[in-house]
Nanobody
């Protein structure tokens, strides 16, 4: 199985920055796409950013130019650098990883437990 541990959330004022981390561990054979999603109260979970194994990045329009996703393949870790934060960025942020476990024959999407990001105005 694959476990995801997130860190880096917290409370920040508008205009501030935070960096989220998500480390994958367990019986991992390989990892493809890694990404971040978020869910604000009363809203559906939405994509924030993804990065493929080849390094191709995709961002939601609402975060382009402010957020940067990166990964360290040696550490099976994905990061989300969030700058110029706005109150509307307030949400629970979830890590999502497409991974193949050892002995597994296919890739599965795994979710982290979520980390709260709160941006005050």
């Amino acid at each position: 199985q694959v476990q995801l541990v997130e860190s880096g959330g917290g409370l920040v004022q508008a205009g501030g920055s935070l960096r989220l981390s998500c480390a994958a561990s367990g019986s991992i054979f390989s990892i493809n796409t890694m990404g971040w999603y978020r869910q604000a109260p009363g809203k559906q979970r939405e994509l924030v950013a993804t990065i493929t194994g080849g390094g191709r990045r995709n961002y939601a329009d609402s975060v382009k130019g402010r957020f940067t996703i990166s990964r360290d393949n040696a550490k099976n870790t994905v990061y989300l650098q969030m700058n110029s934060l706005k109150p509307e960025d307030t949400a629970v942020y979830y890590c999502n990883v497409e991974a193949r476990a050892l002995g597994g024959g296919y890739y599965t999407y795994y979710w982290g437990q979520g980390t709260q990001v709160t941006v005050s105005s």
